[in-house]
């Protein structure tokens, strides 16, 4: 970690000495803007970039053919709120104890004391150090408690609502809008309930972009709750997905679409404002689709969300920084949804923490890094150790409590089939077996409750187990609610 009189070193720089060119490999005259757009359980295959066939995301293409496509780009966790917490903290969030997803305050399983660590130094924090104007608008899903609130870990505005899901309809119980001063605002007169949250999320965000004041560069993180259950479109957007039968899928279509409606607004914000080509943005999931709920889908790979095969953790990763980032390409190493963290803070001058969980992606998508990879091995794990991973070129480890471990070839074998056992005579499994250990012995060990992660029969039955019951439960309460396309429209 930086030392916090290396950050003020830094910043003393900035505000003494405006002019002097940022500290940065990139050559930048000026730090950029920032974007980060994080999509919620869209699946690998559903954007048009990765082959998607039944509807169309002509927006996020757009912003993916003025960058780069990191074909090999993975959330450093299977569901929702560890990998946001990496994002924010740009190292392993299991290096904090940060492996499941705070519980509401309604759950039984409820810690008020769980959420994004205070002590933990956030992408926010340190970018306002640098000068930047913050927001995150969206999903925060990082604790409830005060404590734990975006203005609290470093951002200028918070618009959103701080738990896991938001109705899309009924926004005002989930209605927040903070500035740093404390005053809470009431929703901007425009909008109403009706409106939809997808949309809200977009005005928002082309609020934000338009405020610029071109004096300072701005940080904004916006983490769209869509396409996360539960399915609701307005008939506007299901109006317009034409030729698909199954209504879940439909109505996820319908959300995903007014996503990349959205995301085409804001970028075209970026451009009257005279900012695009000052502006990194990324965009990705948080993790990977989970089909039989929210009608993602996840091809070519097996598993889906809260599983540790490609499905739950490969999703859609484009980086576009204009005349810094090679447009139209695709890079082809693994990369990690943390790097954003790293990438963003050598964009802005600041420097990357000596860690080294987060690797800035710039001199590998400029093609300066073309003899080896940002990472020399990757992990994933989750709450009690039900399931743990590593990825070290194209060898993947896979471990199940309960089953034996398996070994990978995703060169030959993406799609996960039977694998291998461990092979001790082979140096492969041997380098990987070390280089997981090693990162296990530094985590935090996880809470009591992470035991109850993201379960689903699903899961089990891929690997030969039986499903506890705790997963036959959420499998029921899903089985219980009938989706339909009246469903999806507001009450
Ligand atoms: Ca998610």
Redesign the pocket.
């Known amino acids: 970690m930086i030392s916090l009189s290396t950050r003020h070193c830094w910043l003393a720089l900035f505000v003494l000495c405006p002019a002097l060119p940022a500290p940065t490999a990139h050559a930048q005259a000026e730090p950029p803007n920032i974007l980060w757009i994080v999509a ?2 869209l699946g690998h295959a559903d954007v048009g970039f990765n082959g998607l066939e039944d509807f169309t995301t002509p927006h996020i293409d757009a912003l993916a053919a003025a960058g780069t496509i990191c074909r090999e780009g993975y959330a450093s966790h299977p ?2 709120a560890p990998t946001r917490a990496g994002l924010m903290a740009g190292r392993y969030q299991q290096r904090f104890g940060f492996y499941n997803n705070p519980k509401p305050p309604r759950h039984r399983d409820h810690d008020p004391d769980f959420g994004l660590p205070p002590e933990e130094s956030t992408i926010a924090e340190t970018l306002s150090e640098q000068g930047y104007r913050t927001a995150a608008i969206g999903k925060w899903h990082l604790g409830e408690a005060a404590k734990f609130h975006p203005l609290e870990h470093g951002f200028g505005d918070f618009f959103g609502f701080l738990a896991g899901w938001s109705d899309y309809y009924d926004t005002d119980l989930v209605w927040q809008r903070h500035r740093r001063d404390g005053r809470a605002e009431d929703p901007p007169a425009e909008s109403s309930r009706q409106d939809y949250l997808t949309d809200l999320f977009t005005d928002e965000a082309v609020r934000f972009i338009r405020e610029a004041d071109g004096d300072r560069p701005w940080f904004l993180y916006l983490a769209y709750n869509a396409p ?1 259950t539960p399915l609701q479109a307005p008939q506007r957007w299901l109006d317009r997905i034409e030729g698909i039968d199954d209504p879940r899928r439909h109505i996820y279509a319908a959300m995903v679409t007014a996503m990349d409606d959205g995301i085409g607004r804001v970028r075209a914000a970026l451009e009257e404002a005279g900012s695009a080509k000052d502006t990194l943005v990324f965009f990705l999931s ?2 990977g689709g989970v089909g039989p709920v929210n009608g993602a889908r996840n091809d070519p790979f097996r598993g889906l ?1 809260g599983s540790l095969f490609e499905g739950g953790i490969r999703v859609p990763f484009v980086a576009a920084w204009p005349g810094v980032i090679t447009a139209g390409a695709e890079y082809p190493r693994p990369v990690i949804s943390l790097d954003l963290h790293a990438t963003s803070l050598a964009a802005a001058g600041a420097p990357v923490p000596e860690e080294g969980d987060a690797v800035d992606l710039v001199p590998f998508l400029k093609g300066e890094e073309a003899g080896r990879p940002p990472h020399r091995a990757l992990f994933w794990r989750t709450g009690r150790s039900f399931q743990a991973a590593a990825r070290m070129g194209d060898t993947k480890r896979l471990h199940v409590d309960g089953t034996d471990d398996r070994f990978f070839d995703l060169g030959k074998d993406p799609e996960e089939g039977e694998g291998a056992a461990r092979d001790p005579a082979l140096a492969e499994h041997r380098a990987l077996d070390e280089a997981y250990e090693a990162w296990e012995a530094e985590l935090r060990p996880d809470r009591p409750s992470d035991a109850s992660g993201f379960k689903i029969p699903q899961q089990y039955r891929e690997v030969g187990l039986d499903p506890p019951e705790e997963a036959m439960d959420w499998q029921r309460r899903h089985d219980r609610r009938e989706v339909t396309l009246e469903k999806a429209l507001p009450k």
């Open positions: 919620d359980d569901f929702c996360h948080d993790n969300k």
